[in-house]
């Protein structure tokens, strides 16, 4: 944990306990569950942990505000911001029962009051959010299919509303027809070699409608 309590300090020490214990029990889930790859498992914590947390680098989630996790898996990257903002309350959704499971379990020993873990497909999920975040593989814009068309989770007003997505590589086709998009290399901020095409892309509330009504039409 020395590489994670240097690049994302200050972390008391009850949220330092809590993402080793994080680390150890889903390292234990994953030798049952696949729930990432089993060479990816040996870089935990670059490769996932901090992974989750490098949003913060660029953007606080506020308190008193709701954040979706699309497609969590074992709970990336839901569990280690909740650690990180536990004033704010996010909903980890997963449409593999066994998956979602291992969230349940994950943050009741974690004992996360601001969790509430959903076992459904996220096109079935009627919700108003501040935030959606996701490191989903699917495409941007199959993303914005299922939550704008097929789905009915809408976005508040709250400042920087809209999706806030973990990407890697060249988005220009991913992200085209979506306007005032925001890219953020990870390269600026952490110089681990894993980092060299990582992205946060942050895709405004307006222009998730935008597309949404230009598909539609």
């Known amino acids: ?21 994080f680390e150890k029990e889903f390292r234990k889930w994953n030798e049952h569950i696949n729930l990432v790859s089993r060479k990816d498992i040996l870089h935990f ?30 709970g990336l990257p839901g569990i280690p911001l909740a650690v990180l903002y536990p004033k704010t309350h996010f909903f980890l959704v997963e449409s593999i029962r066994k998956k979602i499971d291992v969230v349940r379990e994950l943050t009741h020993l974690l004992e996360l009051n601001n969790v509430t873990p959903i076992h459904a497909r996220i096109e079935t999920i009627e919700k108003q959010a501040d935030y959606m975040i996701s490191r989903w593989v699917g495409s941007v814009k199959d993303i914005i299919t299922l939550i704008q068309i097929k789905g009915q989770i809408t976005f508040t007003n709250q400042s920087k509303s809209g999706l806030w997505l973990w990407k890697g590589g060249n988005l220009k086709e991913e992200l085209h027809q979506l306007k005032d998009t ?7 901020n952490f110089k681990h070699p894993f980092y060299s095409t990582k992205k946060i892309v942050h895709i405004p509330k307006k ?6 009504n230009q598909k539609k039409r």
């Open 1 to 21: 944990m020395k590489n994670l309590k240097r690049c994302f300090s200050p972390l008391s020490k009850y949220q330092v306990n809590q993402f080793q214990t």
């Open 45 to 74: 914590e670059s490769h996932h942990l901090m992974h989750s947390l490098s949003i913060s680098k660029i953007f606080d989630f506020p308190k008193n505000t709701t954040v979706i996790d699309l497609g969590t898996g074992g």
């Open 182 to 188: 925001e890219i953020y290399e990870l390269n600026k």
């Open 207 to 212: 222009s998730i409608i935008a597309y949404a």
